[in-house]
């Protein structure tokens, strides 16, 4: 069975690292999501992934804080996240790359779009840090953006929830789970699938979403494979 498509960037919440463990992060966990993108690589995908901080840091949490300062140390947060993708990786038999928005080269290479190709090119998982090193920006957002400029075939957001709904589910027992939605139905409907930048910029340079639960990683998988799950977003 061939894979539908050949080159993603799977986003990873911050939160779903963390996967109940007692700590920041679910290092089990983490090496599950680790053999099943091996699974991937072997089929012949190039996969980047990108990585939230909402296990360490919010830019929001810091209360009267300097916005910049605040969304900096979301930033170093992801950071964090990265390397230890990248370790667990490793471990798992996988080639791992660490490549940051803001330069810190002693932990991680700088972000250039040409290198990311190569490295995917040649099999590596590239890992971005620092979403986009701009302060005011999510990483839904980053994540988008490096789909472009590394051109990936989609986006996977892999969230705690199993795809998009009309309401939040855990508090309307009447939200109905979307199978496929466009970018102007999100905004029309104010949905919370990704955030207006994203979401915006997905429409205007035509980039294919997908929201499902990471709570089983073979989710990923599937998703490759072209098997219906979750929610598929698309211009």
């Known amino acids: 069975m061939e894979p539908k498509y050949k080159r993603v960037l799977l986003k990873l919440s911050g939160e779903a690292l963390a996967a109940g463990a007692d700590g920041i992060l679910n290092f089990d966990f983490i090496s599950s999501v680790a053999e099943v993108l091996k699974k991937c690589i072997d089929a012949g995908v190039e996969v980047g992934v990108i990585v939230g901080a909402g296990n360490i840091w919010r830019g929001r949490q810091g209360g009267k804080m300097?916005?910049?300062?605040?969304?900096?140390?979301?930033m170093l947060a992801t950071t964090i996240n990265a390397l230890a993708l990248q370790d667990t990786f490793i471990q798992c038999g996988l080639k791992a790359k660490v490549m940051t928005a803001v330069e810190m080269n002693t932990f991680a290479d700088k972000y250039v779009t040409r290198d990311a190709v190569a490295a995917l090119e040649a099999g590596t998982v590239v890992i971005?840090?620092?979403?986009?090193?701009?302060?005011y920006f999510s990483t839904d957002t980053a994540a988008v953006l490096r789909a472009a400029e590394i051109e990936a075939d989609a986006v996977l957001m892999a969230k705690n929830i199993d795809g998009v709904y009309s309401a939040d589910p855990k508090r309307d027992p009447n939200a109905v789970r979307y199978d496929e939605i466009t970018y102007k139905e999100v905004l029309e409907k104010e949905l919370k699938a990704l955030d207006l930048t994203a979401t915006t910029f997905c429409?205007?340079?035509d980039i294919k979403c997908y929201a499902f639960e990471l709570k089983d990683p073979m989710?990923?998988?599937r998703v490759i494979m072209g098997e219906k799950i979750g929610t598929e977003l698309h211009r």
């Open 66 to 74: 300097d916005r910049v300062r605040a969304d900096s140390m979301g």
């Open 219 to 221: 989710n990923i998988y």
């Open 128 to 135: 971005f840090g620092c979403g986009l090193g701009a302060p």
């Open 203 to 205: 429409m205007d340079n």
